[in-house]
């Protein structure tokens, strides 16, 4: 926590206050943590530090979201932190542990998993998802993980032992932790994708996905119905 909190200190102090689809905006007072399309508006609801998590937990339709780096975060609220250890917590409870993995991921620490590795270890009902064939990962992935509509996280992990990206249908920006994957979404392939942003590091396949996976595999295993 206090290593992570350096480094967002480091961040804010060279200017970088995005974070997938969070600004963060200091003053002499703080910081103000707000959703990034919101940013200028005078009409915000003033939330309290806690009411983060109740923030992250809906879109704006009310609806649960079960991926917190999908790109619905909600809008109309500001959150006052008055210290960095605030303003972290803001960002813990909005993007659970990409601090921490970022900070790993910057001192070289950070280890990756390719999806085969993960899909193997899975136990009971989820075991069938090893059994996904890699052109289905290439069209799962390219869906389930894309930045416009899945989800905003930079993929690190590769499909095997291969070395081999999981989808050929994602851009290359989606593997790269330079690209803002918010903007790149709204500017494809500008210049300004690569803006300064704190990036949400995917370092190995989410429970989402591997879900997904084994849904793939039984509906192909289901096979066409009968007329
Ligand atoms: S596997 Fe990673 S990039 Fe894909 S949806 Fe899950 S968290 Fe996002």
Redesign the pocket.
Known sequence: MKQSRRLLDSLVAGKISRIGQLQIVSSEEGFVLCHRDDVGRNDLRDGEIDRAFEIAKFDDAGNYRP?K?APNLQHGWKIFARDLLQAEKVIDAIYPGRLAILHAFKSDQLVTTSLRETLDRQSGMYRVAAKISDEQIDGL?GN??RSDG????T?LWKRDTTDQIPSFKLPLEKFDPAVDQYLSVKRPRSATAAAASIPLL?Q???N??IAACREAVKMEGAGPSAP
């Open positions: 991926l780096t992935v389930f993980c899945g989800c905003l996280r993929i995917c190995e396949a989410c989402l996905l």
